[in-house]
């Protein structure tokens, strides 16, 4: 039996989900992206999984697409194939970024092009020390379309996205660091327990939190700074109200109730209770039908009443 392009493995709270074409450096054939949006879609449907760690298998993260593939499509005179399926990787890609629960990268190799696309989608972004990571199309004389062109520019500096973008180069994950892109460089053996770790310490958190939290991080930036603040103000007013704040003070340094701990670094053991009970308050709201549209209308009328 043929394994999986994409292994996804959800246990104690965290989807592990491992990119499984060593041999052809994970390139992102039309098998793997299928497999990819497969494990997306267990992830959603999943209450328990509250985050995500996404890796490689073999020396390498992803080495973009398939090249391979992408020219039988064009030999084949179907180059409205081969747009139909780079629509498809950047929607799923978008999928990811979307996901309401923090997605680590854990790059162990080499990353490039639709690679790095796929990085750019990630929360927090570690990184092996022999990682090598670049975009690479023009090597090809491909194009970005997986995001790259959309996303690195806001992610670094936009004079050393150009030199990324124009010369093809591939840098070393501690580039990367100096960039802002990668928030830790660290020895192999050390890469996926770490992110294990900060998995681990954020799903310890509050659901509700995580997600607004994510929201405002990528609606925020692209808005007016009055804009962005008038926003903050407004998912502030939703959560003041929710009883998932009263829990969390409740449970904060201080305030008497040694039991748990709400307010933890990520290199705070996880107290597994306090991620049962949040899980119980999501549940409760979900069954509400709630929604952070209506939530939103309603913060609006709060603070501008």
Known sequence: MTESPVLCDIRDEIAWVTLNRPEQLNALSVGLIR??????????????????????????????????EFLAMLEAGEPDRLEVFVREISGLFARLEA?????????????????LELVLCCDVVLAAEGAKIGDGHLRYGVL????????????????????????????????WAEAGLVSAVLPTDQL????????????????LALRDVKCMLRKIPDLSLDDGLSHELEVFAVHARREDLVEGL??????????????????????????????EIIRNENGRSDSIRSESALGRSLVTN
């Open 250 to 279: 409740r449970a904060s340094p201080g305030s008497g109730n040694p039991s748990i701990m709400a307010a933890r670094a990520f290199s705070d053991q996880v107290d597994t209770g306090w991620s049962k009970k949040m899980r």
């Open 144 to 175: 970005p379309g997986g995001g790259a062109a959309a996303r690195l520019p806001r992610k670094i500096p936009i004079n050393k996205a150009a030199e990324l973008f124009l010369t093809g180069a591939m840098k070393p994950a501690s580039w």
């Open 192 to 207: 996926l327990p770490e992110a294990g770790r900060l998995a681990s310490a954020m799903a310890g958190y509050s659901p």
């Open 35 to 68: 497999a990819l949006a497969s494990a997306l879609d267990a992830i959603a449907a999943n209450p328990a999984c509250r985050a995500v760690v996404l890796t490689g298998a073999g020396k390498a993260f992803c080495a973009g697409g398939d090249l391979k």
């Open 99 to 115: 996901l309401d629960i923090p997605v680590i990268a854990a790059v162990n190799g080499t990353t490039v092009a639709g690679g």
